[in-house]
């Protein structure tokens, strides 16, 4: 039983045509290799086959300074070798965890590239493989300017020609002066930056200053984070109402003539609790905002979304279903928790969201008390007393 202590909302889709288009578009997933720890190669042939099933075409490899995390990414590499799927794997280089001052601090990279350069999975874009990044926009590599580093690292001397998709977290303006990136990666883009509805404003922006170049969109279901200043001293949320991860995907839809590739923002990023895969692996100390919020049904929508910004026309709704999600504490409500509320917590108000996918025209009927409402939801258990500041979803879906 739920008390929903103000609104639900709803969202209703039935299948609508759209000009459909030859291009492809392809869509990756962040994946964090930090988080892979005990993984065996059993586990990263559940996590590739369930995401390639979902229309999912590759992950971008979130890469620190851990030296076993290579390890495990030769183990991907060969799992989606083995499974003949077409699945593809490119680096994202976490450049706030790789040491950047130096010269000698760009041949973790060229050694990764000329590693898996010619690998039958390695993810290629315009016929060269990929590389990316996570930051960076401060790395030198010995060089007097940012962009002399990058190209010295990547674009000098190198076996093969990578397509450098840059996620330089800058103005957008400066990437016209980057020229050693043969695109960006806009990641804030997946989220409102303030306490306002998403928008393609980081978009429309980050392409006005590449002519000629690739952009990579990112898209997300949401964003909390609850860190002390003892660990990594992160503690606030993005703003995730009115269906912030549908209507993201719209937005793409919409304009994915403008857009080259999207990836989306998680497959495992427990700690920013907007993972998407299994709950799995070797979490970043988040248990206690993860523990028992699967977030796989997001997985299931977002099918339904990727089908339609690779093809350009929604797919037909093969059988009906309802998402769900919403915070299972208020907003406004006090913790006896050690740490302090998240930032930015007056952002979200306490609604429930839900999307329904019809396979033909039907009519929904909703009915709401003077304050309060009860329901019976599949696995809600919404609570006025929380025993810490959790701004996680509760993410359910029908069959």
């Avoid at 609508?16 to 578009?25: C, G, M, P």
């Avoid at 740490?339 to 039907?362: I, M, Y």
Wanted: net charge negative.
């Amino acid at each position: 039983m739920l008390e929903i202590l103000r609104y639900a909302a709803i969202l209703l889709f039935l299948p609508i045509a759209l000009r459909a288009q030859e291009t492809s578009k392809p869509v990756v997933a962040h994946f964090m290799v930090g988080n892979t720890f005990p993984y065996t190669r059993d586990d990263w042939r559940r996590d590739i086959t369930l995401a390639a099933s979902r229309g999912i075409d590759g992950f971008a490899l979130n890469i620190g300074r851990d030296p076993w995390q290579l390890e495990r990414v030769a183990d991907a590499y060969e799992v989606a070798r083995t499974l003949n799927s077409g699945f593809s794997l490119f680096p994202s280089f976490d450049m706030g965890s790789l040491p950047c001052r130096q010269e000698r601090d760009g041949d973790l990279l060229r050694n990764f590239v000329n590693t898996y350069q010619q690998h039958s999975n390695m993810f290629r874009f315009r016929g060269r493989p990929v590389v990316s990044t996570f930051g960076g926009q401060r790395c030198h590599f010995g060089s007097p300017t940012v962009n002399g580093g990058w190209r010295r690292v990547l674009k000098t001397n190198m076996t093969t020609e990578v397509h450098f998709v840059a996620s330089f977290f800058m103005d957008p303006a400066i990437y016209g002066s980057i020229d050693a990136a043969d695109g960006a990666f806009s990641w804030d883009s997946a989220w409102p930056m303030g306490n306002y509805d998403i928008s393609d404003e980081y978009d429309v922006e980050f392409r006005k200053y590449l002519p000629g170049r690739t952009y990579m969109a990112g898209v997300s279901p949401w964003f909390f984070t609850h860190y002390g200043p003892e660990s990594f001293n992160k503690n606030f949320i993005f703003r995730a109402d009115n269906w912030l991860l549908a209507s993201r995907w719209e937005i793409l839809v919409r304009n994915r003539e403008h857009i080259d590739l999207v990836q989306v923002i998680s497959w495992n990023d427990y700690g920013e609790s907007h993972y998407m895969g299994p709950i799995a692996g070797a979490q970043p100390n988040s248990t206690s905002w993860t523990t028992g919020f699967d977030h796989q049904g997001w997985l299931d929508l977002q099918q339904y979304y990727i089908t339609a910004f690779k093809s350009g026309a929604y797919p037909p709704v093969e059988r009906d279903r309802v998402f769900l999600w919403g915070r299972l504490y208020p907003a406004k409500a006090t913790s006896p928790d050690g740490l302090s509320k998240p930032l930015n917590s007056e952002f979200t108000e306490d609604f429930v969201w839900a999307v329904v996918l019809l396979t033909s025209a039907g009519q929904l009927r909703l009915s709401c008390g003077n304050s309060v409402i009860a329901r019976d939801l599949p696995g809600y258990q919404f609570s006025t007393t929380p025993p810490m500041y959790n701004f996680n979803a509760f993410v359910a879906a029908s069959p």
